[in-house]
């Protein structure tokens, strides 16, 4: 299949705004097989049974056909699909939520998990993705932002489909500390070959979301990947990490995002130091999205004055237009730090 639509196909799963989806060209889009796949991939419920929401998918129909019809040279020649102008009109048909209740409402999303060097495709193998149920604009009541992946962690987990990165994780038993969706650490035990992943986040909710994503991904047996809820702060003796990490002893831990609140660092700090004190072997790999310069040199400095050892992870995301496959926005300055025990 024309790489053009693989592309399009992914940015689609992963809910892209319209208006910057790589629509493919004219000469692909008036092609009946091409319609017909289009159809198939991207709106039959028949064939996929995850698929973005009713209303994304009339979102996205509607300015598809409309750039369908104006590809045809010829309009007795070049028809449109049946199939797409059916759907469109079920779609329409519909009593859909307004906007404003869609996007407060959980989505399928659906990340294509190839590395950033990727420019091939077998058709005959199945691209390793990974779906996630969101709220893509949903903050919960303890102010938490757990129900959407976000930049930090794409960025971390296109570190981690390079062949660097793989070897950070493959064979290692991982701990995710602010898992939000768990998108890392099911990257880490779906694809990249973890011994063990334990996941954790401090709200409750956001732990029973998780649940629920890790159980879409096929990870039901605690023996691959368990979620737990985990306070920064408080000390571990007695908690499930303490418990974890005696069966399945933590070699790499993972973080993304957890870094823009600068009450919260200083917890965050605490808690890596109890687990450098528990396994002084760890390797802690944590991403963040520099909104705020100063509250990421907050963290920085409260790492340095823990005596910990820490430096930036060489890894440079590319521009969206770019990327292939895991697409997030490279507006705000993207890090990856590396930090290990004092020493």
Request: hydrophobic share 40%; aromatic share 8%; charged share 25%.
């Amino acid at each position: 299949m024309d790489p053009q639509l693989r592309l399009f196909h992914r940015q689609y799963l992963q809910l892209f705004e319209p208006d910057f989806l790589a629509w493919p060209p004219k000469p692909l889009l008036r092609d009946p097989v091409v319609q017909s796949w289009l159809y198939s991939n991207l709106f039959d419920a028949e064939k996929c049974s995850i698929l973005p929401s009713n209303r994304y998918q009339l979102r996205v129909l509607k300015p598809l056909l409309a750039r369908i019809e104006k590809a045809a040279e010829d309009p007795e020649d070049d028809e449109i699909s049946d199939a797409l102008m059916s759907h469109l009109s079920s779609l329409m048909a519909l009593n859909l939520p307004t906007e404003t209740t869609a996007v407060q409402q959980k989505s399928y999303v659906t990340f294509t998990c190839l590395p950033p060097s990727f420019t091939g495709y077998d058709s005959d193998v199945a691209e390793p993705t990974i779906t996630l149920l969101e709220r893509r604009h949903l903050i919960s009541g303890s102010l938490t932002t757990g129900f959407r992946t976000w930049e930090a962690a794409l960025h971390l987990g296109s570190y981690l489909l390079t062949p660097q990165g793989r070897g950070l994780i493959r064979g290692k038993s991982i701990l995710e500390l602010g898992a939000g969706t768990g998108f890392l650490g099911i990257l880490a035990a779906k694809h990249l070959a973890a011994s063990h992943v334990t996941t954790t986040d401090g709200d409750e909710g956001v732990v029973e979301a998780l649940k629920e994503n890790m159980e879409l991904n096929g990870l039901k047996d605690e023996k691959e990947m368990r979620a737990s809820a985990l306070r920064w702060g408080a000390d571990l003796e007695g908690t499930c990490v303490e418990v974890d990490s005696q069966q399945w002893p933590y070699d790499v831990v993972l973080g993304a995002d957890i870094t823009y609140d600068k009450v919260a660092i200083s917890a965050l700090v605490d808690t890596l130091r109890s687990l450098f004190e528990l396994r002084p072997s760890l390797h802690v790999v944590i991403s963040g999205a520099v909104r705020n310069l100063e509250t990421f040199e907050t963290f920085r400095s409260a790492c340095i004055s823990s005596k910990f050892g820490i430096e930036e992870i060489d890894f440079k995301p590319k521009s969206i237009r770019e990327q292939t496959s895991l697409f997030y926005a490279t507006t705000v300055p993207l890090k990856i730090m590396s930090i290990t025990a004092p020493t």
